[in-house]
């Protein structure tokens, strides 16, 4: 009768691994593309208890949101940030509130958006590292419009880059390639590698004399777009 060998799994690089049946296990996915759970955001607190201005309205266009004041009168010290911190959410209709809000106070904000930057990065960052791939195209899509917003806002981002850029360098990659398909993402601008290289040109020409170090030091495969 032949005995039938058992395989043992094991470690690498432990005695056990070394052993005439035994089956070495690969080490575990890293786990960078994984998306993590976002906690609960004050943006979803106050709007379920009716703190902000806005109603949702349906007209020709689609959905957009009505303000019940003017923008321009808004404190974008304690508004702007909450609006980014509901870049996480996903459900509607806070996802839709969160985008559409986000925009409309860029559009109208002018002066008050630079000295609101440091409060912004926080909520920015959460939602990057969410690693959910609708998460991060809206989040790209605001932080181009946050870049253009108004002056010398683009250079107050440059000390922030340590914080914004590492999800950057992990999915920078990240296309898709449909082969004889028809990308649909492109056209809806949710392809997150175009989107990320669009946003880092943006740093790049916003960002002033120091925006390229920074942004190759973060993203070392980034090419300049500065370049004649």
Request: net charge positive; proline share 5%.
């Amino acid at each position: 009768m032949s005995r039938r060998k058992t395989e043992l799994k094991a470690e690498g690089f432990t005695v056990r691994s070394g052993m005439r049946n035994s089956v070495v296990a690969g080490p575990p996915a890293a786990g960078a593309f994984r998306e993590r759970p976002s906690k609960a955001t004050n943006f979803r607190k106050f709007y379920e208890r009716g703190d902000f201005p806005m109603a949702l309205m349906h007209d020709s266009k689609g959905n957009r949101i009505a303000w019940k004041v003017e923008i321009e009168k808004l404190d974008y010290y304690h508004y702007l940030p909450l609006f980014f911190d509901g870049l996480c959410e996903t459900a509607h209709p806070y996802d839709f509130f969160a985008r559409q809000g986000i925009h409309d106070l860029l559009d109208h904000g002018g002066s008050k958006i630079l000295p609101v930057i440091p409060q912004l990065i926080i909520p920015i960052t959460n939602a990057l590292n969410t690693r959910n791939r609708k998460v991060i195209c809206t989040t790209l899509k605001a932080l181009q419009h946050l870049v253009v917003s108004a002056d010398m806002v683009g250079q107050a981002l440059v000390p922030y880059y340590r914080q914004i850029l590492p999800i950057f360098n992990i999915f920078k990659n990240v296309n898709i390639n449909s082969g004889d398909g028809i990308d649909y993402s492109q056209r809806k601008r949710e392809n997150i590698g175009d989107l990320i290289q669009e946003t880092l040109e943006m740093f790049e020409r916003y960002g002033g004399a120091d925006a390229f170090i920074n942004i190759k030091y973060m993203v070392p495969t980034y090419q300049s777009c500065m370049i004649n």
